[in-house]
């Protein structure tokens, strides 16, 4: 940390002021949870280290337009998971985010320092991808919403550009028969990274066939990324168990793990398999939730 200086930013403009002057010299930073390691291993060297958690109103959770839910960058993970109007809207976001560490660690992390970092092994990105959400990027007179579909480049990599700040997740209301689930294959203890994870979203048709299907995978690629194969191979198809057997052996051929500590390639693609198998089996049960 020697020679880093660090800078509060008090409001969006000053962010941005800052990134522009120091380019990619600057870091933002925000809970820290995964920036302290990066700086501990000198994996990154930043000039800067531009604090966003005291800008006034970017840890807001708010109902926006069209009844969509719009997420303040800076909101903890412990916020998203405790919040009444998530818990209302999107479930299974709140459950997600209560699956990250411990709570500890959630009182400290922001959702957006999670989707930011890009790790493939994080709880909230996959299910992010099944709830169809975006991400608002703002700059020096600029502010687009990127699709979270089209967010992720490579590992620790996204289409965010140095100048630029994450400023709101958008989650759209999800279809009113829609169904969600959130599992996760854990090696060691609660606080370990996921060797897998599945988030699935399921929507049946009046008869009993699939009507939409989201599978988003964490842990299985060098970015979250949705099996788009499985979803296909499911549509239209009533999940009985051959069905959903054939889509999640379609998930494990999508997946390109690394190999790790949690285990070699051909294990964790396996793992796929046995997961979204066992996500889609739950779903298809009277049982499933919303």
Known sequence: MTGVA????????????????????????????????????????????????EI????????????????GAAATLRAVELEPLVRQRAAALA???????????RNQATLGGN???ADPAQDPPPMLLALDASVVLEGA??????????????????????????????????????????IKFLPRTV????????????????????????????????????????EAALRGRRPDPAAIDDAAALARDAAEPFPDVRGSAAYKREMVRVWVARALTFLAQPAGHA
Do not use: C, W
Not at 15 to 36: C, F, K, N, P, S
Not at 56 to 71: C, S, V
């Open 115 to 117: 989707i930011v970092h």
């Open 56 to 71: 006034p109103g970017l840890d807001r959770i708010r109902l926006g337009t069209a009844g969509a839910l719009e997420i």
């Open 6 to 53: 660090y800078h509060p930013a008090t409001s969006v403009e000053d962010a941005l002021d800052v990134l522009g002057r120091y380019g990619e010299d600057a870091r933002i930073v925000a809970g820290g949870t995964a920036m302290v390691v990066l700086l501990k291993n000198r994996l990154v060297r930043p000039a800067v280290l531009l604090g966003v958690t």
């Open 141 to 182: 007179g600029t502010r687009r919403s990127v699709p979270l579909d089209g967010f992720y480049v490579d590992l620790f990599e996204t289409v965010m550009r140095h100048d630029e700040i994450l400023t709101t997740i958008v989650v759209p209301p999800p279809p009113e028969a829609a169904r969600f689930t959130y």
């Open 191 to 230: 606080d370990d990274f996921a060797t897998v994870s599945a988030a699935v979203r399921l929507q049946l048709a009046a008869d009993g066939t699939v009507e939409d299907l989201r599978i988003a995978l964490g842990g299985a690629h060098s970015v979250p990324f949705r099996a788009t194969s499985a």
């Open 95 to 105: 459950e997600a985010a209560g699956r990250v560490a411990t709570v500890r660690v």
